[in-house]
């Protein structure tokens, strides 16, 4: 059986694979570079368009909608960190980006195209948001559902509800 450790780096080769921010794989472990040395780890070119740090992708509707979607999903895979009181694993980050990617293709950003609205790294810094209470569990004033926020953002509305007027708003909803 792996060690508990072994099996962390991994997890955290694998998220180097899924796209991972290599300043936001160091920030869950400290030692990845020196434990990869000779294992041929190599980190691929970051996406220069996407910045982790910055929520401006979470304050567009369907930017929302697409946050919120991994956020249903991540409680539904690890629901004892449902109040999301501290980082999450490597393996949970690579389950709810994995979960986001398969079901929702098209809220996802690829490899090729970088106009999608989700992914890893903006998944990655999401959570810390939310952890860190710049993101915050709000009520819909219009259907009285949950949903999560930027605490800064006016919106009242869950992106179920401001999307409602649009065809096809119910496939996205996850219970
Ligand atoms: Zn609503």
């Given at each position: 059986m792996f060690?508990?450790?072994?099996?962390?780096?991994?997890?955290?080769?694998q998220l180097v694979h899924a796209g991972l921010n290599k300043k936001l794989v160091k920030a869950m472990?400290?030692?990845?570079?020196?434990?990869?040395?000779?294992?041929?780890?190599?980190?691929?070119?970051?996406k220069k368009k996407i910045q982790a740090p910055f929520l401006g992708w979470f304050a567009k509707t369907h930017g929302m909608l697409a946050g919120n979607i991994a956020y249903r999903l991540?409680?539904?895979?690890?629901?004892?960190?449902?109040?999301?009181?501290?980082?999450?694993?490597?393996?949970?980050l690579l389950a709810v980006s994995r979960a986001v990617e398969v079901l929702y293709p098209e809220l996802t950003i690829t490899h090729n195209e970088t106009d999608g609205l989700i992914e890893i790294n903006r998944i990655y810094g999401l959570f810390e948001a939310i952890k860190d209470h710049r993101v915050v569990n709000y009520t819909c004033s219009r259907c009285g559902d949950a949903f999560i926020k930027e605490a800064s953002q006016a919106s009242r509305n869950c992106p179920w509800c401001a999307l409602s007027s649009r065809v096809g708003s119910a496939n996205y909803k996850v219970a």
């Open positions: 060690s508990p450790r072994f099996k962390q780096t991994s997890d955290l080769i472990d400290p030692y990845f570079d020196k434990k990869c040395h000779g294992l041929g780890v190599e980190f691929p070119k970051a991540y409680l539904r895979l690890s629901p004892a960190n449902a109040g999301i009181t501290r980082s999450l694993e490597p393996s949970e």
